[in-house]
Every structure is written in C-alpha cells, then in structure tokens.
C-alpha cells in the first residue's frame, strides 16, 4: 500500500556515503594488502617525498581496483603487489585534454 518514506537527513547521508567512497583518495603506500588478501593501514608509512608527491601516479582510487586486472603482466611487472593493488590516478586524466596535459598542470592539495 504505502511505500516506507525515508527521511530527507538518511537520503543525504547515505549519498554522501557513496560520494565519499566514489572518490577516495589514498597516497601509495598508506595501505598494504597481505598474502591473504586484507587491506590494513601501513603503521610504517610516513608520508611522501616531495618529488613522489607531485606524481599522480603516487596516488590511488580508495575502491576496488577496475584498471590494475587489465594491466598486461609486463605492466604489472614493475608493480608491488602489497602497496600496488589499486587503480593509480595517473591514467584520470581526461581525453579531450590531448597530449599538451603534463601532470604538473594539475594542482591538488593534501
């Protein structure tokens, strides 16, 4: 008969919550996955060097991996599997930017 009506606040924050795990955001290495396969924080992370900060590559999408399972094995090569199992942000960049896009362009704050 009647559908349940759900509250303006739950409606706002459950979109909030998927905004919020649609664009996470981690630096490489603040995570590492075990032989296993679960996900802990890295309580020996200490940051990036100023030279790693400025590479997109040194920062990862906070969700499962979409692009990591389509590397071929000699891209994933050069991969460490314990920090390296997430998607990179250095592949972001939009398509109709064209070659003229450096990374250096981009400007982000930590």
């Known amino acids: 008969m009647f559908s349940p009506v759900m509250k303006e606040e739950a409606r706002l924050i459950a979109t909030i919550e998927q905004i919020d795990r649609a664009v996470g955001i981690v630096p490489r290495g603040a995570f590492v996955k075990t032989p296993l396969g679960s996900v802990h924080e890295n309580r020996h992370f ?51 930017f064209g070659d003229e896009v450096k990374e250096e362009q981009f400007h982000f704050s930590i």
């Open 46 to 96: 200490e940051g990036l060097s100023l030279v790693e900060a400025k590479k997109l590559s040194s920062y990862f999408h906070f969700t499962e991996p979409v692009n990591l399972k389509n590397k071929t094995l000699l891209e994933k090569a050069n991969l460490d599997p314990s920090i390296d199992f997430l998607d990179s942000l250095e592949h972001d960049i939009p398509r109709e």
